[in-house]
């Protein structure tokens, strides 16, 4: 996370705690980190590399499409005014543009092609990151105003059903590999005690015995 994110994030510490959004936030740009950093190393081809992508992607895509199907319909149910409903409309068309550039990167990887991956990876980047920094500075806050601790506790639900058990084991590892110590502390303890202990006993564990990009490209 950067200066600028932390500066932003303290402006919405309001009735809404969107921990988890930015976590996800956080996790997907340490991603791209990485994929930037092992496609300019020519690691390309190695599977650990390959497997944090898959990893990435399959996130980005729950990520997305929950974000599409319960957050963003009650959300324009409430918004107010030509000005607010803007504000999804661009949340949706950006969603539109980042698929294909997912479908870009996996083509170079298939293709071997080490420069249009490298292009691939830099648009992906841009626009994901773009687009999340769009959604903190201006959907959120709607999502505080218009829809309230309520209408975001029905976000996370959904987010945890699609997710299930089964999307568990990867999806905390996932959002907690390399995330500070205060983060951690506030992901988990949302969590009923039950999963908090599959996390530290077997989720954790399980997700680190399947390498994953590298330890030096966090």
Known sequence: ?????????????????????????????????RLTAVVGAGRT????????????????????????EALWPPLRQKVIGSDEASVLDAMEAEHARIDPLLSRVDASFA???????????????AALEAHMEHEEDQALPLVEA?????????????????????GAAEFLPWILDSASAETSRRVLGGLPAPARLLYRAV??????????WNTTTA
């Open 45 to 68: 081809a190695d599977p650990a590399v390959r497997a944090g992508w898959e990893t990435f992607k399959n996130q980005l895509h729950i990520h997305h499409a929950v974000e599409d």
């Open 203 to 212: 989720w954790r564990p399980g997700y680190a015995r399947t390498p994953r």
């Open 1 to 33: 996370m950067t200066t600028d994110d932390a500066q932003r994030r303290r402006s919405l510490r309001g009735k809404v705690d969107f921990t988890m959004m930015y976590a996800a936030h956080d996790a997907f740009q340490r991603d791209l980190r």
């Open 111 to 125: 293709a071997a092609d080490g420069a249009a991956l490298a292009e691939n990876a830099g648009a992906l980047a």
């Open 146 to 166: 218009r829809l309230g601790p309520e209408g975001w506790a029905g976000f996370i639900k959904a987010i945890r059903a699609r997710q299930g058990l089964r």
